[in-house]
T-cell receptor, first 117, second 110 residues
Framework: DTGVSQNPRHKITKRGQNVTFRCDPI?????LYWYRQTLGQGPEFLTY????????KSRLLSDRFSAERPKGSFSTLEIQRTEQGDSAMYLC???????????????FGSGTRLTVV | LAKTTQPISMDSYEGQEVNITCSHN???????ITWYQQFPSQGPRFIIQ???TKVTNEVASLFIPADRKSSTLSLPRVSLSDTAVYYC???????????FGKGTKLSVKP
């Protein structure tokens, strides 16, 4: 297992189209996170899963966004009816988590760069 | 909102030691301090994490004073490849996610 894998690396889509991104975390990591990053800004939290349960969603995650992690392994992030403001780098990260312990460092993927034209 | 404040940018030259200071006045008792590095078109990479005093690994050192209201990331003898954005974050064990600020853009010149 070489790390967190995200596909595709780049996606160009027309406004109004739907897009789906995939994230394959490190296999033994039970937590998976999605972030969005625009130019010059730090990553912004979108949502995270512990195993298959989606535990938290940011207010940034509008109704057009949906994330799933059906079997507690890979995750998908779908954006419906894309808008130009959705253009950003979408980052996935994973981490191990044991209840009662401090979190360990996240491992991020290289991201999917979305351009909405 | 991010719980930390750090300089927007810093410049250095190859071979110098770089210290990036971060303020976290409202750090909670169960919060840890963690630093990430990010290169263009890549995700952030974990560098170092600490709770108090000093932590050192093969990449950097982290200095945390007794009041824990600030911390300093020290990069010894930087090279051109250390040019990146460095993020300081505070993180508690019960917290579900990391909250990033804008980070410090470090530029290392020859």
């Amino acid at each position: 297992d070489t790390g967190v894998s995200q596909n595709p690396r780049h996606k160009i889509t027309k406004r109004g189209q739907n897009v789906t991104f995939r994230c394959d975390p490190i296999s033994e990591h039970n937590r998976l996170y999605w972030y969005r990053q625009t130019l010059g800004q730090g990553p912004e939290f979108l949502t995270y899963f512990q195993n298959e349960a989606q535990l938290e969603k940011s207010r940034l995650l509008s109704d057009r966004f949906s994330a799933e992690r059906p079997k507690g392994s890979f995750s998908t992030l779908e954006i419906q009816r894309t808008e130009q403001g959705d253009s950003a780098m979408y980052l996935c990260a994973s981490s191990p988590y044991l209840q009662g312990t401090i979190g360990y460092g996240y491992t991020f993927g290289s991201g999917t760069r979305l351009t909405v034209v | 909102l991010a719980k930390t404040t750090q300089p927007i940018s810093m410049d250095s030259y190859e071979g110098q030691e770089v210290n990036i200071t971060c303020s976290h006045n409202n750090i909670a008792t169960n919060d840890y301090i963690t630093w990430y590095q990010q290169f263009p078109s890549q995700g952030p990479r974990f560098i170092i994490q600490g709770y108090k005093t000093k932590v050192t690994n093969e990449v950097a050192s982290l200095f945390i004073p007794a009041d824990r209201k600030s911390s300093t990331l020290s990069l010894p003898r930087v090279s051109l490849s250390d040019t990146a954005v460095y993020y300081c974050l505070v993180y508690g064990g019960s917290q579900g996610n990391l909250i990033f600020g804008k980070g410090t853009k470090l530029s290392v010149k020859p």
